[in-house]
């Protein structure tokens, strides 16, 4: 089966619908394409109340048709849900401020999280733009895990990642190229319950 995309929650009433708890069952029970009937008799709720539903999905692009199938002689329209729901940050976040300055502090959490949520925002259009398009977005993620001893190790591996990544980005600049947005970020890494073993 052709994975399902995911659809990026960018706009208040459609995060709201989204939310709304019969929403929500009808869009988890939406993982397999099923018709209006046929969620109808799964969830035990009347095929009418379904169907308004259904199309106030359609409408904000979270279900989309997924296909016809004949059944007791009628033909029912399918649907399927995205296969998972981006919320853009920025829906529940205050307006940025103005007159602030942009990246001032590298170690300030706030501005990891505008950047992140940034990031997933601008990566979430372009997924939907490429696979309207029928491409593959092109996209790099690298992970890895670092411990530090001393606080002065984090400053110091904070500085040579800096400049690895700057003398990368000075290679890397080909004035006709297309562009990429490179983003190396590092925050404490959650603790993991220990495995009990038997």
Request: charged share 25%.
């Amino acid at each position: 089966m052709t994975p399902r995309p995911s659809a990026l929650l960018d706009d208040q009433d459609a995060a709201h619908l989204a939310l709304a708890p019969i929403r929500r069952r009808i869009l988890a029970a939406l993982a397999e394409p099923a018709s209006a009937a046929g969620l109808a008799e799964r969830l035990g709720m009347p095929r009418q109340k379904i169907g308004y539903h259904l199309r106030a999905l359609e409408t904000a692009g979270l279900v989309r048709p997924a296909g016809e199938r004949r059944k007791r002689g009628f033909t029912e329209k399918l649907f399927v849900a995205a296969g998972a729901f981006v919320l853009d940050p920025a829906l529940l976040q205050a307006p940025p401020d103005p007159d602030a300055v942009d990246a001032q502090d590298r170690h300030a959490s706030g501005h990891l999280i505008a950047a992140a949520s940034a990031m997933v925002r601008d990566v979430a259009r372009m997924r939907d733009v490429a696979a309207a398009e029928g491409s593959r977005l092109l996209t790099l993620t690298v992970e890895a895990d670092v411990s530090f001893a001393e606080p002065a190790d984090f400053d110091a591996f904070s500085d040579e990642l800096a400049e690895a990544v700057a003398t990368l980005a000075r290679r890397y600049a080909a004035p006709s190229g297309r562009r990429f947005r490179l983003i190396a970020a590092g925050h404490p890494a959650v603790k993991r319950p220990t495995p009990v073993k038997n």
